[in-house]
């Protein structure tokens, strides 16, 4: 009687009428006659308050019976989110007045006022927050007591919805997290998650993770173009290392440039291919190579010295490489032997950099002597000449073939002392001179005996060329010190006498002492350096002994006091009184001429 009266005096308000086709669908299986009798009429009434988006316990009975995968379609399918998702809420304190909903895959913040406590609220994922506005519009959290009731269980239906056009946000974020969730995806799993990427609906992590998802779906089933567009959305900072290193490669082997150079500028990535950041570098160097970046040096260097190398790397590595001097020395050698390009300006700077450090450059003869022949800095093969002749004085190398014959040159234009000097030395060791030779030698060595500079390498020259006394017959001790202190030298003569002297510098860090030693004299010596309390050297000085037999042999006649002293000693030593008696007149007989000729004026 009361499904007659509703049938005919149809003017109840809906949430009665809901009632009562909730109660009739609830009993179909006690009075099915009356189902049947009206269940096109509660099917289109339900339809009519899906369509508005109405929602209550007793509509959620009918959504329940009429809505299903068979009639989620057209209107259907696109209006069913809307109560698809929808939990009734209760607040349980008064002070509230609005709840916002905020799902952790995004979609920003969703507000539903509040009546009576109660708000229908949707939520699409189990990943959500809700915060409360109380009357002064402060916001509350967890503190908030409330209770929430889901009102539909057809989420089944929410993929038919989302392919038959709906684009309802709570539906996207729900279809969005479900797929987040699954191990492997398909194809209409990735077109899903890029419509939803592109709706910018995801915040940036879940976007990431999404991105990924794609990247690697992508990636295997070789969809190039979508898989540059998913390259270029990625966000490196949401990356692990690892997950870096592997799309660093993918964008590389797209040719995105710019865009790979740039994450590994930002994040330091080393896990990437050695080849493929070879081949990124490469192309970046054949785009101009002719200036300096301090990355592209860094990203240089780095393969290099794990051995990943081609020719633009070498080439760019010699002309601007700034670190250790023995690293750019094997740069430039591995650049030689692979036949890369080497500018002027690579050789100055290797050159220019071992002169500055000091380094040994013998080492770099061969590199100097082909910079020599067409190199048009001259400033710097001066310099060079002038830094191998040094440490050739100073007797750190010997000099290379090929570099006396520039030294002797260079020497005999430029009043560079070093390369003097060093062409003297070399002199020394030669058997024999041209005249041109003799003269040149000749005229320094009288110059620098003059101004009291004597070296030791001098001795080289008796017997070759006429020598100084100081030369022929001193005991010459030389040093090189390059620390900037006086040098000091003590002496213990054979009676136990000291005596301490400062040794003279007669060129930059060349300390020298010479003394003259009669025959078969021995002096022990000590040398100090400033204060310091130890040696730098220790040893003994005798008297030539070559030069005291040939100067002491019977019929030579002695030129000098020194040397009629040395014969007087030898006569001592071999018993010749008779001609020891007649060394010591000629002694007195030298010194009395000697008294007459040189009076004071």
Known sequence: MVAAYFQYENHLRDSVRAGFYASIVRNQERYPEYYQSYRETIQEYTLRQMYDHHISPELAVLYEEF????TCKDRIARELPGVLFVHRLHCHNGNMERVAVVHDEGGGEMVYNLVNGEADISIGTANYKLYFADKNGYYHGSTVPYTLTKMLTLEHVAQSCYENGSENLVLLLHLFSETLKKKDIGAKDAILLHTVIRRQVPGMEYRQKALLILY????????????????????????????????????????????????????????????????????????????????????????????????????????????????????????????AEISDGGTERLLGQALFVED???????????YYEYGANRILVKAFLGGISYGYLTERWQLPEGIWEKIRREGLSEENQSMILASLRYYAGMDEYRETEREYIGYH????????????FMKGFIGKVEVPFVVLHGSIIQLYYSRGKD?????????????????????????????????????????????????????????????????TEPGYEAASFYELVNHMIRARENGEEEVLRQLVRKYRSMQEISGKLFVPL
């Open 445 to 456: 060595l009288s110059q620098y005996v003059s101004n009291g500079r004597i070296f030791s």
């Open 216 to 339: 690697d779906y992508y990636k295997a089933i070789g969809e190039d173009l979508l898989l540059e567009e998913v390259i270029h959305n990625i966000d490196f900072r949401y990356l692990s290392q690892e997950r870096r290193g592997g799309i660093l490669q993918t964008m590389i082997q797209h040719e995105r440039k710019d865009e790979a150079l740039g994450a590994l500028k930002k994040y330091g990535i080393t896990s990437c291919s050695r080849k493929l950041l070879l081949l990124l570098i490469t192309w970046k160097l054949e785009e101009d190579r002719e200036h300096f970046d301090p990355y592209y040096m860094k990203l240089c260097s780095f393969l290099y010295q794990r051995g990943v190398k081609n020719n633009e790397i070498l080439s760019y590595l010699v002309n601007f490489y700034m670190g250790s001097i023995s690293v750019l020395f094997d740069i430039y050698q591995t650049a030689r032997k692979n036949r």
């Open 67 to 70: 809505l299903s995968m068979e």
């Open 487 to 551: 040098i000091y030298i003590e002496l213990c003569h054979e009676d136990g006498e000291k005596e301490i002297c400062q040794m003279k510098q007669v060129f930059e860090d060349i300390y020298v002492y010479e003394t003259l030693l009669f025959r078969g004299e021995t002096v022990h010596y000590s040398i100090y350096a400033g204060t310091e309390s130890r040696p730098v050297r220790q040893g003994v000085i005798r008297a030539d002994e070559e030069i005291m037999r040939e100067k």
């Open 360 to 370: 040994d450059l013998e080492k770099y003869a061969d590199i100097f002597l082909d």
